[in-house]
Structures are given as C-alpha cells and as structure tokens.
C-alpha cells in the first residue's frame, strides 16, 4: 500500500474574477475543421482555407508566384504532423524553397507559407488576428462557417492582406463597410478610421447610456514542490474593458502602479503594485507611458483587452489545496483538504476545484460537508464546487473510485499528476493587490459616462 | 441563406447552365452563377471556360457582383492573357469612379494581375491614385508600385513612382506612410538602395510610429532595422525611442523592436545606459513566453539566441522558463534549452531538480531531454556536477528502462569529463547492467566499465559475462567491447587474456564490418609488438570533452540577432537559406569524397591514430561575413561618400587625372592599393572550422594580397591540450587555379593554446583550375594530432577584391574587349539595372568608383555607352557595358565573364554596391 503525494510538482490555477457573469472570454468551444495557408513572399503570397482532410476551401493569392501544388505539399506535412504533436509551428522546405507557419486553434489549422526570410513573428500573430475577426464576423470559426461566408472570407482577405502586406485587421471598422447586406442605392465607402492615426474606433458612435465596464483578472501559476513549497509563482493579469460610449471619448486610467507613484512624485496612498511588464492595447499611447506611467487611450467601441500584466513577486496562494491519492488494487481513495489563507472579511464565491482522476476510474462515491461534488468522466477530473469559501476555512471531502483489476491505460499515477486547478472570485480584491484608482472619461459634447470598475 | 449550398451542386450541365445565368439579366442570378463560379474555382474544378461570360458582367453598379468579377479575374487573368486585356477598360474607368472603395478596388485588382500588357495601363490610373485626394486610395496606390515592380521595373522608372512613394513617406495618414515604407522596402530588395534611410527620415518615422496600426508599425521598425546610426548619439535615440513599443500586445511589435534594440546596443558607448536598456528588456521576453504557444515558440527561439549573447538579461528570470504541466512538445524542449544555457554557479541546483522533476513525465522523448539537460549542466558548470551525478544516480534508481539508459549515457560523458571524480557511481550503474537493451547504453556502460577496470572487483567476470554474448551485440557495442576488453587486459595484468584473443580473432577473421575489423586487427598488433607501447596508446588521457549543446560561430549569431524574428532567426540557419528566388548558393560541406581520398593517402600516414568512431567533419562557412567586409574596404580606401555637388565639381579634374594615368598606360604608377591600406589581414580573417569539429584546432583564414602576390594568412589556434607538430596544408583543385607555393606550413609547433599565424604564398598553376568546384577553395591541414580536417573558404565579394588587386593588365585593348565580349556571349550575361546617386556627372562617376577596384574604363561613347574590364588570375576575364539615359537615375548594368556564373553574380554585387553608393 503506497502513499502517493501529491501534488509533487503541480501547477495550481487561481481565477480571481470580477462581478461580471460574463467571465468567459473567447472560450471557444467550436469544433474546427479548417485549414489555412498564407504565402508570403517579402511577406504573404497566397492564403488558403483547406478543410481538415487538407482539402481546399478558399485560396487566395496574393502575389501569385506559389505553385497550385504547394498545398499538396502542405497539406501532407500539416496532416501527417497533426497526428504527432511535437511539430514545431514553422517549417521549412529546403528543396522547394518555402517555408511555413501554422497555428491550431481547436481542430483548425491556419497556416502562412513565405518564400522569402519572412518575419515569422508577424506571420504568426497575424494568421491569430484573421480567427480573431472572423470570429467577430460569424462567431464560431469551423468548415461549415467557412463555406458558408466564403464570399465575405475573400473579400476580408483582400481588406485584411495586400500584396502580402497586412493592412486594416480592426474587425470593429471592417464591419462598417464589408458586410454582407446588400446595398442597392448607395455604395458603402471606406470609413476614415481604416488610414486614420485612431484606426480602431470610428467617428460618430452613439449611444443611449454611456457607460464603460472594466474587469480585473488574474491567474496565478503556482508550482509546488513534493514538500509543500512554493518553487514558483506568478500572476498573469488582464484588463477587459467593454466600452459603450459616444464620440471620441479619451481615457485616462490610474492604478496603484508603484512606478506612477514615484513618477508622478506623490506618495502613495495605502500599497503600490510594482507590475513587472504590462502589455497595451494599441490604443494606448505607449510613448506617454514611457515618460509618466499615464495610462492615456481613445477606446475601441465594444469589448477588448485593454492591458495585461505579469508578477513574480512570491505570493501565498489565498486557496490552498491538498489532494491525498491512494492507490489500492480495486479502488483509488481521495482525500482533499481546501483552505483559505485570507483574511476572514473576504468571502470567495463560485469556488471550483478540480482534481485529476486515473482515466479508467469509475464507480464514484464522495461524500462533503458542504459543497457539491461532480465526476466529469470526458476530462478526468473531480469538479468540487463551493457557493462560498469564507476567510480562514477549511474544508475537506473524502471518496473513493471502484478501478478495474486490469489497468487500461499504463499509467495511472501520471494521471493523477495533472495539476490541480481552482477557480474563484473575490469581489473587489486582487491577488495582485491591483487596483483602479480612478477612470476618468473626457468628451467634448461634455456627457456623463457611468464607470462600473469591477476588480 | 448560407453560402454553402454553391459548394453543393455537381450537375453535369453546370458549366452550361451557369454560363445562361451569367448572361442573363438579372443581378441576382448574376450573383449566385458568380458565386458558384468561385465556389468551383476554390475547390480546384476548372472554369477558366466562362471567361468571357464573367467579362460581361463587370460593368456593373452592383458592388458585391463587380467585387466577385473581380476575384475570378484575379485568378483566371494569367490563363486568358488575350482576354484579360478586355477588361482593362472597365478598370480604368473604375479607377476614377467617384467612390473611393471603387477606385481602391479597381487598383488592387489591377496590380493583382500580373500581366504586362495589362501593366501598361495602370500607369496612368497609379500617376493619379497616389496623388488621390483619399488615404485609402494612396495607401493602396502605394503598395499597387510595390506590385508593378515586380511585373516590369522598367515602367516604375519611367513613370519616376519611386520618387512619389518617397513623397508618400511625410503623407498626413500614417497608414500610407507605413506602406509606402513597405513598397520601397519591398523594391530595395532587388533594388538597394530605393530606401535610402536619412536620420532626420529615421527619426521623423520613429516618431510617428504611435499613430500607425500595429503592422505598420512592424514595417516601420523592419525598415529601419537596415539603417546604421552614425553614432552613440544617435543609436541612444533610436533606442529610447523604441523603448516603449516593448509593451505592445503584438508579439511581432515587441520582437522587432527588441531586434532594432539588440542591434543599436552595438553602437552604444555608455555603459549605464547600455545597462538600463539590458535591464528593460528582460521582462517583456519573458512576457512573451506566456502568448500563444506558436508565438511562444518564435520568441522562445530568438530567446535562445539572444541570451548566448547577452545571457545576464535572463539570467534572474530562469524560473520563467520552467516548463509547464501543458506545454506542447516543441516549447518544452526550447525551454530546456533554454534552461541550460541561463545555468550559472547560482541558479544550477534549481534547474537540476527541475530537471530531475521532468525525468518522471509521460513524454519519453521529453524525459530523455531533461536527462541530457542535466548531463549538459554537469559538462557546463563544474560546481554543479556533483548535484547533478547524485540526480541521475537517483534517476538510475527508479529503474525505469529508459530513464535508467539515458541516465547512463549521461553518466559516461561526466565521467569523461571528471575522470576519478565519480567512480562511487559505479555499482550504481552496474546493478541495471541486465535492463539495457539500447546500444548506446550498453556501450556507454561498457566504456565505464573498461576506463575504470582496476577500481571494480569483479571486473573479469563481469567482462567474461558480456565477452560470452560477443556475437549476439550491435557493432558499436562489440567495439566497445574490443576496447573494454584490451583495456582490462592491459590494466589488470593480462587477466581476460583467452577471451579477448577470441573476440579479436573472430573479429578479425569473420566481422563484415570493417570499423569493427580494424578496430581488431590495431589492437591485436599494437598488443603483439610492444604492451608498454600499447598502454601508452590504449590508455592514454583522453581529450577534455565539452558542453555538447550546438553552438553557433559569431558571425552567424550577429546575423541572426540583426533578423530577429524572422524565420531564419527560428531555424537558427543563415538567412539566405530562405530566398527562394536566389539560386542555391554552393555547400561548402561538399568537399569532394574523391579529392578527401587521394588526399587522406598523401597526407596521412597515420590514419591509424585517428578514432575509428569520429568521421571527418568539414566546417560550414558562414555566408553572411562578406558583406560587413566589404563595407570596411570600402571605407577604408577613402572612397568616401562625398556630397553630390562637391564631385560633380571635382570630377573634371579627377578625370583628367585618371586619363593622364590610363593614356601612359601605367598601372605601375598607382599600383592600386597596397596592402596597408586594409585592416591588418590578420584581424580579417574569418573562422573556417570550430575548434569543436577538428579535435581542438581551431582555423580561420581569410585571402590577402602582399605586394602583388595573393596569399592566404591561416590563423590556427591550439585548443587542445596537446603540442600540435607537422602541419600541412593543400588545396583541391578551383575555380581560380590557386595552390599554395609549398605545403609544409612554416609553424613547427603549436602548443596548447597558443595560436599563430601563417601567411601561405598561392601561385597559380593552370592545371589546377577546375571550374566545376564553383567558387569554394576547398582545404585540407594536416598535423600530428588533428590528423587530416577539411574546411573551406569561399570566394565573395571581400575576397575577389583581393584577387582582382592582384591583376596590373586588366585593361583590354577596344578590339580585345569587343572579340571577348562576342566570345562569351549572351549565356555568361547578366543585365541588372541599379540607380546611382543624383546629380552625379557620367561616366566619370563610374571611373571614379571603379577604378579603385581595379575595373579599367575601356572606352565610352557618346550615345550614353561606357566599357569596362577587369581580370582575375590572367584568363578570367570579366567584361562591363554600362548604359545610361539623362532623365533617370537608373543605369543599366551588362556584365559577361569567361567564367562561371556564380562569379558573375559575385562581380555584380560588387559593382553594384560601389555604384550605388
């Protein structure tokens, strides 16, 4: 009879949400089938959209200097790789003379070819923008979607990509003149925005009440060694802002960033953040950043990421979790300890925990005081669920899963070392200690736009 | 609706029914037969038939139904070129509709269509569309120059658009800033210098990189990626500048940035602010570890790269690079990688016990990996090698198969490096002797087994018990075995004696393998004619081996950090591997089995002495030195830019003077340049062959020329531990016919780690000329120690300067050049247009730079013609046409030679940059 501690070296996920029930950004649950190929030459000559089997949806070429069978080409490396997924994203074929970039999202691949030394970085980042509007333009992006817009797909293409060159990819302001409503009386013209120094918002938004809604997230990588010691963690923050404002509003964000403080030359009120690298959106004037940490932008109208941010400063986990897993011939025993290293004023709601499972585990029977417990048998975990985790409590549930004599998959124990993961949310607390100091909205008609800060 | 259903139909009659529908006349079933028509057209079915039919409905005020027009033109226009042509009357009136969207689309359309004929009339709509009062249209035009260049530069020229795109640089929106920067880019490529990047233009362009989109960004910084500061001053603003784009969302905006960054850090004096900008750099790389795992991977790459140069940026934030339970295959392995390379005496027992946490993952490839990573670490960091023998050691203990056998691979190599250090490992290792099924571990094992023969008890019955199943072993463990065996023999006091006559003869007489036979027949002489001298050889102190983890050569680093981002900076291969347009440049790796043959029998009579198991290794030669190279001569021999109006002043009398030296035929007077006029050769010279790769001799070399006489200074460094005597160089047979005057090399000793420089007199005899080697002189040196390595150096730009400053004649007589020049013919030709400054005064420009270059003006006639000539090593003769017109910058370059083609392209180069500067 073993013992087998775990976690030994596990990643603990911690979800600090705001109020917003809408937590789940981009989670794409479609099912792709999709391919997509970019040539570039300097940069892109062709793009295509195979399905999963490599056949072609959509091409477009960009340059036309790419051999029609390229794509056979492609499609064999692509295809046959899928199966093994140590596949590095880039390739290159050093007969041919080509090399390609591919992503994968879901079952999808995207995929840009070049001739040249091309910038891979951007090859990538951009075929991850194309899903993006397309996911703006008809939600899930799958084969089935893909034929079913392929006119809107190309005439995208040809807005998004010229000759191989990335140009307007702000889905917010393509939608204003590639649509597929028909316009019989009047021609839609380009909007100003798409060469406009402010590319991303058009002029002339309305709306009925001005309000502006900004979300703290933050996850938290912990990994912890056999003897219950924090090897390493770090905090991975994000900014979502759904702004629903009229005009040309500007933006002004202050945080308890640790380095406005001392560049503005105030002291600060109560505790700074050192935030260790922050990422904009590219509304955000990077160069007024740099001389006095003013976090200055004209929004996008709708939903986007403002910022994100990292910290490695050592941090207790405010959720600790224990999961006790043993093995026995006919059974494995769980025995989970949760704990809440905050202090008792805070309360975490819509706790999840979820502990990994042998694949071949059944039978479940679990038993808490509190909280309920799920087996989810497609993903192998144990999804325990709290309402409310108060400061400083401490639960525990106990169970035990019935496992075949035979063991159907080689190993079960490495199973059960998937990381441990718990999702939760404290209304207005950070892990990060971050938080809004003021949003202050300025637009020349003058009206009052309503702030709903959520971290 | 959805689309879809186009998809659907496979009517036999489609083709028919769909031409009824595009004649009809309604708009609507215009549209779906249209629709159908791509949908075909994108599945691969051929519908190039209804051409015409399309045609027709171009003309159109539907916008949806001329946008699919357009798209089936786009990819049917090269199949019906005579058709096309019908279409350019509804561009060119779509090209002045009064929505700009039309306009826009008729353009890009336009350009798409790579077809001269149709060129020809986008011309005229281009001249109006980049002056086009909308920056949606100007933003188009500009990018549509880009498109014409590539169908016929000629016209872009003529109608002075790169003069316009320059314009567009300071337009009002910065969407047709940016792409006007990415056309002319786009044309510097064939066409260097179109971009000529001014630092009031750099500087005016950084700044308005806050108003761009993110790509235009990207093409900004790309481009200014090429300019060189032209000082600490300037290459701080640049920095400051760029600075705050490290905190874009965009990936490919940060790694861009960084690479500009890197590249101006060069030029930075102050050792502060070198230090801040090091400083800021870290944390957005590491940011950048957390992007999707496909941009992961790029930035983990050019990570990679950089902290070989810069390793103190991360060397605090490791921790990052701790692989994550959800990594997929390719990241973790570039962050264990990674991993190792920020290893320090600090932070190496953290990354060995995260190594050691690898090793009990599922991934067997990955396992195997971090094993290695920890093998790698102990090779790495002496103060680290014991945590990390005490991990494998527990990692042997966990008896699983392949943990235990990569562990014991590792292990040899450690005790390889440390000898005596660790035999406590021993019988460790040995209790999983039976569990090893893999050759490479049971070799390894047996190596052990064999180096420490006196420490271990039982070591005759543990050989005797290998030594049984002699047959049933791989061939590289049986010659392991051989070695083990003598090994024992030799320490032990004979013990072992019968078995190891029986392998060796068994070996000798019935191997097929000839490694294995020779192996056994050295052995069994050497141990017939003198044990002492056996000992000596068989037990001799082995090599220090190192760090085996891929290391690049400077040069190809540097290249690389300039192209950060970039596919080349991902594969870590040179980036011209990349251009498919360029022809295949030559392997250097290619040294002629045949020629290594001949010469392994003339040179090495020793051939015993070298390790069976090593194979000759030959060195790649970096391509990308050439360039910087050049640039240095360049500068150094005073050719100075000079502003346009001060030499077209002086040109008159420059002129002059050149006549007064060509009419008195008198080279002699002006022997061109001598040799201490470039940086001293030995600083030159480039490296050939990694000490890595020729056991411990490290050898550069670079072509130089004294007096008149072309000679090869080879610079060996002695890494090795040991004296290296005899050294012998030879060269195969190449393009220019040179061998070295004698092959014995004047260095009668190298000790360790000294290095010398030899200067090699080369003289050329005719019957080594071999145009089929191309234009790489292949080399082989010879020493006591080294035995025979092979490497090679190749004939670019820098070193063609060397062999055409060698040539006093290179001047043709009119008649000798016109026959020459008809002899050659067209085959051995190459036209390239090129533009020279403005205001210059021709030809006396062209004299003017070419004649340091030894390239004599043979005559130049009135109607815009000039002729020169140039030699190499007295029969390559390479002849120059140079055709000019009043109205343009641009000249027309017509190069033959007698030579190869790839020298062709090389001279060209050469002309080129000393005509465009």
């Known amino acids: 009879m073993a013992w087998v501690q775990i976690p030994l070296s596990a990643f603990l996920y911690f979800l600090v949400g705001g109020l917003s029930s809408e937590r789940n950004y981009g989670g794409e649950k479609g099912r792709f089938g999709v391919l997509l190929f970019l040539l570039f030459l300097v940069k892109v000559s062709a793009l295509y959209i195979l399905d999963a089997r490599g056949r072609v949806l959509i091409s477009r070429n960009y340059r036309g200097d790419v051999p029609v069978d390229v794509i056979s080409q492609v499609k064999l490396k692509v295809i046959e790789a899928e199966d093994d997924s140590s596949t590095k994203p880039i390739l290159h074929d050093e007969q041919r003379g080509y090399s390609l970039a591919f992503i994968k999202v879901a079952d999808i691949f995207l995929v840009a070819v070049t001739r040249t030394n091309a910038n891979a970085a951007l090859m990538l980042s951009f075929l991850y923008r194309v899903v993006l509007v397309f996911r703006e333009y008809f939600k899930d992006v799958e084969?089935?979607?893909?034929?079913?817009?392929?006119?809107?797909?190309?005439?995208?293409?040809?807005?998004?990509?010229?000759?191989?060159?990335?140009?307007?990819?702000?889905?917010?302001?393509?939608?204003?003149?590639?649509?597929?409503?028909?316009?019989?009386?009047?021609?839609?013209?380009?909007?100003?925005?798409?060469?406009?120094?402010?590319?991303?918002?058009?002029?002339?938004?309305?709306?009925?009440?001005?309000?502006?809604?900004?979300?703290?997230?933050?996850?938290?990588?912990?990994?912890?060694?056999?003897?219950?010691?924090?090897?390493?963690?770090?905090?991975?923050?994000?900014?979502?802002?759904?702004?629903?404002?009229?005009?040309?509003?500007?933006?002004?964000?202050?945080?308890?960033?640790?380095?406005?403080?001392?560049?503005?030359?105030?002291?600060?009120?109560?505790?700074?953040?050192?935030?260790?690298?922050?990422?904009?959106?590219?509304?955000?004037?990077?160069?007024?950043?740099?001389?006095?940490?003013?976090?200055?932008?004209?929004?996008?109208?709708?939903?986007?990421?403002?910022?994100?941010?990292?910290?490695?400063?050592?941090?207790?986990?405010?959720?600790?979790?224990?999961?006790?897993?043993?093995?026995?011939?006919?059974?494995?025993?769980?025995?989970?300890?949760?704990?809440?290293?905050?202090?008792?004023k805070y309360t975490a709601n819509s706790v999840k925990i979820h502990i990994p499972t042998p694949p071949d585990a059944d039978t479940p029977s679990f038993k808490s005081a509190s909280g309920r417990v799920k087996y989810t048998p497609e993903k192998d975990v144990?999804?325990?669920?709290?309402?409310?985790?108060?400061?400083?409590?401490?639960?525990?549930?106990?169970?035990?899963?019935?496992?075949?004599?035979?063991?159907?998959?080689?190993?079960?124990e490495q199973a059960v070392r998937r990381p441990i993961s718990v999702e939760f949310e404290i209304p207005y607390f950070t892990v990060s200690g971050l938080q809004v100091r003021y949003l202050k909205i300025i637009e020349k008609s003058g009206y009052r736009a309503l702030p709903w800060i959520t971290n | 609706m959805p689309d879809s259903k186009y998809f659907s139909t496979t009517n036999r009659g489609e083709l028919f029914e769909l031409k009824q529908q595009l004649n009809s006349h309604s708009n609507r079933s215009k549209r779906d037969a249209l629709k159908q028509v791509i949908a075909s057209m994108t599945v691969g079915k051929d519908v190039s038939s209804l051409f015409t039919d399309v045609l027709n409905c171009m003309q159109t005020v539907d916008l949806e139904l001329k946008k699919l027009v357009y798209l089936y033109l786009i990819n049917y226009a090269k199949t019906q070129p005579d058709l096309a042509i019908l279409a350019v009357n509804t561009f060119v009136k779509d090209a002045s509709d009064p929505n700009p969207l039309i306009r826009t689309l008729a353009l890009r359309t336009?350009?798409?269509?790579?077809?001269?004929?149709?060129?020809?009339?986008?011309?005229?709509?281009?001249?109006?569309?980049?002056?086009?009062?909308?920056?949606?249209?100007?933003?188009?035009?500009?990018?549509?120059?880009?498109?014409?260049?590539?169908?016929?530069?000629?016209?872009?020229?003529?109608?002075?658009?790169?003069?316009?795109?320059?314009?567009?640089?300071?337009?009002?929106?910065?969407?047709?800033?940016?792409?006007?920067?990415?056309?002319?880019?786009?044309?510097?490529?064939?066409?260097?210098?179109?971009?000529?990047?001014?630092?009031?233009?750099?500087?005016?362009?950084?700044?308005?990189?806050?108003?761009?989109?993110?790509?235009?960004?990207?093409?900004?910084?790309?481009?200014?990626?090429?300019?060189?500061p032209s000082g600490t001053e300037e290459a701080e603003s640049i920095i400051e500048r760029l600075l705050p784009r490290l905190q874009h969302a965009n990936a490919a905006v940060v790694l861009s940035s960084m690479k500009v960054i890197v590249k101006n850090l060069k030029y930075i004096k102050s050792v502060e602010f070198a230090r801040m900008v090091q400083k800021k750099l870290g944390a957005p790389l590491v940011t950048l570890v957390s992007a999707e795992p496909e941009v992961q991977y790029v930035a983990l790459r050019n990570i990679n790269l950089l902290v070989r140069k810069y390793p103190e940026i991360l060397q605090n934030e490791f921790k990052a690079f701790f692989c994550k339970y959800n990594d997929p295959p390719y990241i973790k392995e570039e962050k264990l990688e990674i991993l190792v390379r920020l290893a320090n005496d600090d932070n190496a027992t953290k990354i060995i016990s995260e190594c050691k946490e690898y090793a009990a993952e599922v991934d067997v490839g990955f396992v195997r990996a971090s094993i290695r990573a920890i093998g790698r670490i102990a090779l790495k960091i002496e103060a680290a090698a014991n945590k990390c023998v005490e991990c494998l050691l527990d990692l042997v203990r966990t008896r699983v198969v392949y943990v235990v056998q990569e562990s014991i691979v590792v292990m040899k190599d450690i005790m390889r490096r440390y000898p005596n250090e660790f035999e406590g490992a021993i019988p460790v290792l040995c209790e999983n002797l039976e569990a090893l099924d893999e050759p490479n571990a049971r070799a390894s094992l047996i190596w052990i087994i064999g180096e420490y023969a006196d420490r271990i008890e039982n070591i005759v019955e543990l050989v005797e018990s290998f030594l049984e199943n002699f047959q049933d072993e791989s061939v590289q463990v049986q010659q392991q075995l051989l070695t083990c065996a003598t090994k024992v023999y030799l320490k032990c006091n004979g013990s072992c004696k019968v078995s190891l006559e029986k392998i060796l003869n068994d070996s000798m007489k019935n191997s097929d393998n000839a490694d294995l036979r020779d192996r056994a027949f050295f052995y069994s002489r050497l141990l017939q004619t003198d044990k002492e001298l056996a000992k000596s050889?068989?037990?001799?102190?082995?090599?220090?081996?190192?760090?085996?983890?891929?290391?690049?050569?400077?040069?190809?680093?540097?290249?690389?950090?300039?192209?950060?981002?970039?596919?080349?900076?991902?594969?870590?291969?040179?980036?011209?591997?990349?251009?498919?347009?360029?022809?295949?440049?030559?392997?250097?790796?290619?040294?002629?089995?045949?020629?290594?043959?001949?010469?392994?029998?003339?040179?090495?009579?020793?051939?015993?002495?070298?390790?069976?198991?090593?194979?000759?290794?030959?060195?790649?030669?970096?391509?990308?030195?050439?360039?910087?190279?050049?640039?240095?001569?360049?500068?150094?021999?005073?050719?100075?830019?000079?502003?346009?109006?001060?030499s077209s002043e002086q040109n008159n009398d420059l002129l002059s003077l050149i006549d007064d030296l060509f009419s008195n035929s008198a080279t002699q007077k002006n022997t061109a340049v001598s040799s201490e006029h470039y940086e001293s050769p030995e600083k030159r010279v480039r490296l050939l062959l990694p000490a890595s790769k020729a056991r411990g001799l490290e050898i550069s070399g670079v072509f130089t020329i004294e007096g008149d006489k072309v000679q090869y200074i080879l610079k060996l460094q002695n890494e090795s531990n040991e004296t290296m005597r005899e050294n012998a160089i030879q060269f195969n047979k190449n393009l220019l016919g040179m061998i070295p005057s004698r092959s014995k090399l004047d260095v009668d000793q190298l000790k360790p780690k000294e290095s010398v420089i030899c200067k090699i007199d080369l003289r050329y005899v005719p019957s080594e000329k071999d145009s089929k080697k191309g234009l790489i002189f292949q080399m082989a040196l010879k020493n006591d120690i080294c035995g025979v390595v092979y490497f090679g150096d190749k004939l670019d730009e820098s070193n063609l300067i060397v062999f055409l400053q060698a040539e006093h004649i290179g001047k043709l007589s009119k008649q000798a050049f016109l026959d020459e020049w008809n002899n050659i013919g067209s085959?051995?030709?190459?036209?390239?247009?090129?533009?020279?400054?403005?205001?210059?005064?021709?030809?006396?420009?062209?004299?003017?730079?070419?004649?340091?270059?030894?390239?004599?003006?043979?005559?130049?006639?009135?109607?815009?013609?000039?002729?020169?000539?140039?030699?190499?090593?007295?029969?390559?003769?390479?002849?120059?046409?140079?055709?000019?017109?009043?109205?343009?910058?641009?000249?027309?370059?017509?190069?033959?030679?007698n030579s190869v083609v790839e020298l062709l392209r090389i001279f060209e180069h050469l002309i080129e940059r000393a005509l465009s500067k």
């Open chain 2, 827 to 897: 085959s051995h030709e190459v036209v390239k247009r090129i533009s020279v400054p403005t205001g210059v005064s021709l030809p006396g420009y062209f004299v003017e730079k070419l004649y340091p270059l030894k390239v004599f003006q043979v005559a130049s006639s009135p109607s815009r013609l000039c002729y020169f000539s140039a030699r190499v090593m007295e029969e390559i003769f390479i002849l120059v046409e140079l055709h000019w017109t009043d109205k343009s910058n641009d000249v027309e370059l017509s190069l033959r030679c």
């Open chain 1, 143 to 344: 084969e089935e979607s893909i034929r079913d817009n392929f006119v809107l797909i190309y005439e995208l293409l040809d807005e998004m990509m010229d000759f191989g060159f990335p140009q307007s990819t702000e889905s917010k302001v393509l939608q204003e003149y590639i649509t597929q409503e028909r316009h019989v009386l009047e021609s839609p013209r380009p909007p100003i925005a798409v060469t406009n120094a402010v590319s991303w918002r058009s002029e002339g938004v309305k709306h009925q009440r001005n309000e502006v809604f900004l979300d703290v997230i933050e996850k938290v990588n912990l990994l912890v060694g056999a003897n219950g010691n924090l090897l390493y963690s770090e905090i991975l923050g994000q900014m979502k802002m759904k702004s629903y404002l009229s005009g040309m509003p500007e933006l002004k964000l202050g945080l308890n960033d640790k380095l406005q403080f001392e560049a503005t030359g105030r002291p600060g009120q109560g505790r700074a953040v050192e935030l260790e690298d922050i990422k904009f959106h590219q509304c955000v004037r990077l160069s007024r950043f740099e001389t006095d940490r003013t976090i200055s932008f004209i929004p996008p109208d709708g939903e986007f990421e403002l910022m994100s941010y990292r910290l490695s400063t050592p941090m207790r986990p405010l959720i600790w979790v224990d999961a006790m897993i043993e093995f026995h011939p006919y059974r494995v025993n769980y025995t989970i300890n949760v704990r809440a290293q905050f202090k008792p």
């Open chain 1, 382 to 412: 144990v999804v325990w669920s709290l309402k409310h985790l108060h400061g400083g409590q401490e639960l525990v549930v106990r169970g035990y899963f019935g496992l075949p004599s035979i063991p159907s998959s080689e190993n079960r």
């Open chain 2, 110 to 228: 336009m350009g798409c269509i790579q077809l001269t004929r149709i060129s020809e009339y986008l011309c005229e709509p281009l001249r109006r569309a980049l002056k086009d009062a909308d920056p949606y249209v100007r933003k188009t035009a500009a990018i549509c120059v880009a498109k014409l260049y590539e169908v016929d530069p000629a016209l872009v020229s003529e109608y002075g658009f790169i003069g316009v795109l320059k314009e567009l640089i300071l337009d009002s929106s910065p969407m047709v800033v940016a792409n006007a920067i990415a056309a002319l880019g786009e044309i510097d490529d064939s066409l260097p210098g179109t971009l000529e990047l001014r630092p009031n233009l750099v500087s005016g362009l950084l700044q308005c990189l806050n108003d761009c989109s993110e790509w235009g960004q990207i093409f900004i910084i790309d481009a200014v990626s090429s300019y060189v």
């Open chain 2, 537 to 646: 050889v068989v037990l001799s102190r082995k090599p220090r081996i190192v760090n085996s983890q891929q290391d690049l050569d400077d040069s190809l680093l540097n290249t690389l950090l300039d192209e950060m981002g970039s596919l080349a900076s991902v594969f870590h291969r040179s980036p011209h591997v990349f251009l498919a347009n360029s022809k295949p440049l030559p392997q250097v790796s290619v040294v002629d089995e045949e020629w290594k043959e001949q010469n392994s029998e003339v040179l090495s009579d020793d051939i015993l002495e070298l390790s069976l198991s090593d194979k000759q290794q030959v060195a790649d030669i970096n391509h990308g030195i050439g360039k910087s190279s050049v640039d240095e001569l360049f500068d150094l021999r005073g050719a100075e830019p000079t502003s346009s109006q001060k």
